[in-house]
C-alpha cells in the first residue's frame, strides 16, 4: 500500500518544500495550488525522475466550493491517505481603523475556511480508514500578536482554536492533528507574498509613520530567519510519527523564549517590550 500525502499551497515557501520532501521519503505527494502552470518549480528544484513520479500535481483553489468538491472526489480515488498538509495561506497587513471588512474576510476565506473546507473534505476517508494525520500550518502569530498584522494574526489564532477542537474531536477514531508554529523564516510570505491593506502606506494615513517603523523593523531582522527546510523537515518528521503526543510544534529562533516571556511577563511590560521594539524607544 503506497502512503499519499496531501499538501495544499504546494507552490513555494513551506508548501513546495514540504512537498518534495515527502517524496523523497516515498510519499506518493498530491501537491495542490490555485495555479498548476507554476509546477514548472518542481522540475527546476528536482532531477531525478524516479522522485518527480512521486507528485502529482492537482489544481485547488481552497476558497472555492467547486473546487473542494471536486478534491473530495479526487481523494476517494486514493485506497488510504495518511497524511493532509494544510498551508495554503495568505497574509494581509495594515491597521484596523483602516482595514476595509472584505480584507478581513479574504483573509479568512484562505487561513481558516479553507482549512476547514479541505479538511472537511477527507475527514470521512480518514475516520473510515480509523487513521491518519492532519497538519496544520499556523505561526508564532497564532500565539503572539502583532500591530499592523491584525488579520493575519487573527486567521491563525482562529486556526489555533480549530484546530484544538479538531483534535479532541478526531482523537477516538484515530486520527491525529498537530499545529507547526514556525517564526520568522526565509518565504516570501513576508516579502512579495504579504499584503498591505487600507492604504496605510499613504503619506496622508495616520499610521504612516507606525506603518513604515514596523516594515523597517520587519527588514532588519530578515537576516535573523531561519532556513524553511528546517520547517518542512520538521512537517514530515510529524507526518512519520506512529503517535502524535503534542498538539503545538513551535519552530524557530527565538520562539520559545518569546512563548515563555509572554507567559511570565506582567501584560504591561510584554506589551511595552513588543512597542519599544518596533518604534526602536529605549
Same mark, same amino acid.
Request: aromatic share 12%.
Given at each position: 500500500m503506497r502512503h499519499v500525502a496531501i499538501v495544499t499551497g504546494a507552490s513555494s515557501g513551506f508548501g513546495l518544500l514540504t512537498t518534495l520532501e515527502l517524496a523523497k521519503r516515498g510519499f506518493h505527494v498530491l501537491a495542490t495550488m490555485r495555479d498548476i502552470q507554476k509546477a514548472i518549480i518542481f522540475k527546476e528544484h528536482v532531477k531525478e525522475l524516479s522522485l518527480l513520479d512521486r507528485i502529482e500535481v492537482y489544481p485547488l483553489d481552497v476558497t472555492k466550493q467547486e473546487d473542494i468538491e471536486a478534491f473530495q472526489k479526487k481523494v476517494e480515488e486514493f485506497d488510504h491517505v495518511r497524511v493532509l498538509v494544510n498551508n495554503a495561506g495568505i497574509a +494581509? &497587513? #495594515?491597521? %484596523? !481603523?483602516? +482595514? !476595509?471588512? !472584505?480584507?478581513?474576510r479574504r483573509q479568512f476565506e484562505t487561513n481558516v475556511f479553507g482549512v476547514m473546507a479541505t479538511t472537511q473534505a477527507i475527514l470521512p476517508k480518514m475516520r473510515e480508514q480509523g487513521e491518519g494525520t492532519i497538519i496544520n500550518v499556523s505561526s508564532i502569530s497564532g500565539l503572539v500578536g502583532f500591530p499592523g498584522l491584525s488579520p493575519y494574526v487573527a486567521s491563525k489564532y482562529a486556526l489555533e482554536g480549530y484546530s484544538e477542537s479538531l483534535r479532541l474531536e478526531m482523537m477516538p477514531f484515530g486520527v491525529q492533528v498537530a499545529l507547526v508554529e514556525p517564526g520568522s523564516f526565509s518565504?516570501? +510570505?513576508? %516579502? %512579495? #507574498?504579504?499584503? +498591505?491593506? #487600507? &492604504?496605510v502606506n499613504n503619506d496622508q494615513s495616520p499610521y504612516a509613520t507606525y506603518m513604515e517603523k514596523l516594515m523597517a523593523t520587519m527588514e532588519s531582522g530578515k537576516n535573523k530567519h531561519g532556513d524553511p527546510q528546517l520547517v518542512a523537515k520538521l512537517i514530515c518528521e510529524i507526518a512519520m510519527m506512529k503517535e502524535v503526543k503534542k498538539l503545538r510544534y513551535p519552530i524557530g529562533r527565538g520562539v520559545r523564549a518569546q512563548l515563555m516571556l509572554k507567559r511570565l511577563l506582567p501584560w504591561h511590560r510584554w506589551e511595552r517590550i513588543i512597542i519599544n521594539t518596533i518604534l526602536q524607544e529605549k
Open positions: +494581509i &497587513g #495594515g491597521f %484596523s !481603523e483602516q +482595514i !476595509e471588512m !472584505e480584507d478581513y518565504t516570501n +510570505i513576508w %516579502s %512579495s #507574498g504579504m499584503e +498591505i491593506a #487600507g &492604504g
